[in-house]
Antibody, heavy 122, light 108 residues
Framework: QVQLVESGGGVVQPGRSLRLSCAAS????????MHWVRQAPGKGLEWVTL????????HYTDSVKGRFTISRDNSKNMVYLQMNNLRADDTAVYYC???????????????WGQGTTVTVSS | SSEVTQDPAVSVALGQTVTITCQGD??????VSWYQQKPGQAPVFVIY???NRPSGIPDRFSGSSSGNTASLTITGAQAEDEADYYC???????????FGGGTRLTVL
């Protein structure tokens, strides 16, 4: 059974750091790019970051560039999101998601975790 | 532009057909994925590409695309289809994903 399980969320003060983890199972993890997508309370989905299947490249939405770092350990089937200098507008449910490619090099995410909640508040 | 837009809300009578649309320049070159999200739950992948349904998704869900617009159609909407629906595509560089703002579907 293909599964993603996030952990590491919590309440943190502005300016502090938090590390999210995502455990993958049921598929060949090292062959898939992995994403983090977040959803602020009452808002829509926002793509945050992507890491290539081999960890060689990563990409970020502008609002987190320089503060967040995605990484992965293919030997452990894990992907991580290190979040530094957190701000109130980072408050959201963070989802780990598996990348999927389809026609004409289009891409999306086909498997989602249940999400972990990050609250940035003093 | 690297944005995709959706109507905020749509309603449909039980058993009728409804179409939810997604617009953006990137859609001229790439297909979208569609996701269904119910309150308190993670999104579910319901349609991708030209018109593909992942395993387990009812065949009343279908997709289409023309020009800069992608559409999700539910033929014979059920009460359990009431949810938020999001489209997503990639940007031209392939380094980012883009989500639409979501459409809240109400089944009357």
């Amino acid at each position: 059974q293909v599964q993603l399980v996030e952990s590491g969320g919590g309440v943190v003060q502005p300016g502090r750091s938090l590390r999210l983890s995502c455990a993958a199972s049921g598929f060949t993890f090292s062959t898939y790019g992995m994403h983090w997508v977040r959803q602020a309370p009452g808002k829509g989905l926002e793509w945050v970051t992507l890491i290539w299947n081999d960890g060689s490249k990563d990409h970020y939405t502008d609002s987190v560039k320089g503060r967040f770092t995605i990484s992965r350990d293919n030997s452990k089937n894990m992907v991580y999101l290190q979040m530094n200098n957190l701000r109130a507008d980072d408050t959201a449910v963070y989802y780990c998601a598996r990348e999927v490619w389809f026609e004409y090099l289009s891409r999306g995410v086909d498997v989602w975790g249940q999400g972990t909640t990050v609250t940035v508040s003093s | 532009s690297s944005e995709v837009t959706q109507d905020p809300a749509v309603s449909v009578a039980l058993g009728q057909t409804v179409t939810i649309t997604c617009q953006g320049d990137t859609l001229r070159n790439f297909y979208v994925s569609w996701y269904q999200q119910k309150p308190g739950q993670a999104p579910v992948f319901v349609i991708y590409g030209k018109n593909n349904r992942p395993s387990g998704i009812p065949d009343r869900f279908s997709g289409s695309s023309s020009g800069n617009t992608a559409s999700l159609t539910i033929t014979g909407a059920q009460a359990e289809d009431e949810a938020d629906y999001y489209c997503n595509s990639r940007d031209s560089t392939g380094t980012h994903l883009i989500f639409g703002g979501g459409t809240r579907l109400t089944v009357l």
